[in-house]
């Protein structure tokens, strides 16, 4: 016979996104204290789209940094790259070729664009490179900036901005309703993850967080007696999941991270979760 438990998870999976590879992860979100939310397509839509490019470097216009970027970004998955790729795109711009692809884990990409050295990395990356930031690449809280270093050196940078999913704060209601603690941690700088946290009204956020960070922060979360689920995306995000209580992974489910995770948030939509959660209380009531 089949479980209860398993036949009801099946049916609510089926309704709702969720695809759920652990059968005993149905049963415990009805313990969970405390959500850990990555940013970047749950609680945002993850569609970045380019809203400024600016040249710091006069030898570099901004169509020049545009198109050195392309050469990197073509090789990336991530949502910036994506974003830059559409403008790209749009812009009709010839893409380079470029050698020695590869990703600074947690900052950025990096590859030699046409014999020179070229990086898109995060406002961290400069900061630890001890390179100034131009003063408007401050952004205003909605935009998260990349910045596109030749040799070392301050080229440009590109601004982006996400938008927040309207079903986000619905189900946010749904968890705080239920005495659930709702946290965030991102790699995104921190005055866009304070201005994401504050619309929503998080209880707390972790901004220009790196991937083996999370870890940390979900043990934490544990050593504190929270029953700590956590959203992921990416192979960087595996290790986290699987500390997690209940670890979810969001999108395709294809990869290193869908493999770790007990539960797949098909669609991304955190409400998804809310139903979840909603579901497998009202069904262990009912049960005793
Ligand atoms: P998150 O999933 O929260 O965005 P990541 O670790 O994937 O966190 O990225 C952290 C930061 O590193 C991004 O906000 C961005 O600044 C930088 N970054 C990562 N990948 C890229 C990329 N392909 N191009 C430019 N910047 C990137
Ligand atoms: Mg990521």
């Known amino acids: 016979a089949i479980p ?18 652990n059968r005993t992860a149905f049963e415990e979100s009805r313990k969970i ?11 945002t839509r993850g569609n970045f789209g380019v809203t400024r490019l600016e040249s710091v470097d006069p030898a570099y216009t901004s169509k020049e940094l545009l198109r050195l970027a392309s050469a990197l970004e073509q090789s990336s998955e991530h949502p910036i790259a994506v ?6 795109k749009e812009d009709e711009i010839d893409v380079p070729k470029p050698e020695n692809f590869h990703a600074i884990t947690g900052k950025g990409v990096e590859a030699i664009v046409e014999g020179k050295e070229v990086k898109v990395v995060s406002p961290g990356y400069l900061r630890d490179a001890n390179i100034t930031l131009p003063e408007a690449a401050s952004g205003d809280a909605a935009e998260t900036i990349v910045f ?10 590109i601004a982006l901005a996400d938008e927040i999913r309207p079903e986000s704060k619905e189900a946010i209601a749904v968890f705080k309703r239920n005495n659930i603690k709702v946290l965030m941690a991102t790699g995104d700088n921190e005055k866009t993850a304070k201005a994401v946290s504050d619309h929503l009204g998080l209880d707390g956020y972790y901004a220009e967080v790196l991937p083996h960070q999370k870890v940390e922060i979900v043990k934490e979360l544990q050593s504190k007696n929270e029953f700590v689920a956590m959203t992921g995306d990416g192979v960087n995000d595996a290790p986290a999941l699987a500390q997690a209580d209940v670890g979810i992974a969001v999108g395709s489910g294809t990869d290193v991270a869908a493999e770790t995770a007990d539960i797949i948030l098909v669609n991304s939509n955190p ?18």
């Open 33 to 43: 204290t405390a959500l850990l939310f990555d940013k970047t397509g749950t609680l």
């Open 83 to 88: 974003g830059i790729m559409r403008k790209v």
């Open 4 to 21: 209860l438990v398993v036949a009801i998870s099946t049916s609510v999976s089926a309704q709702n996104g969720l695809l759920i590879r």
């Open 148 to 157: 596109v270093l030749v040799e070392g050196k301050l080229a440009g940078y």
């Open 271 to 288: 409400q998804d979760i809310a139903n979840l959660i909603l579901f497998g209380k009202a069904t262990y009531r009912k049960m005793i």
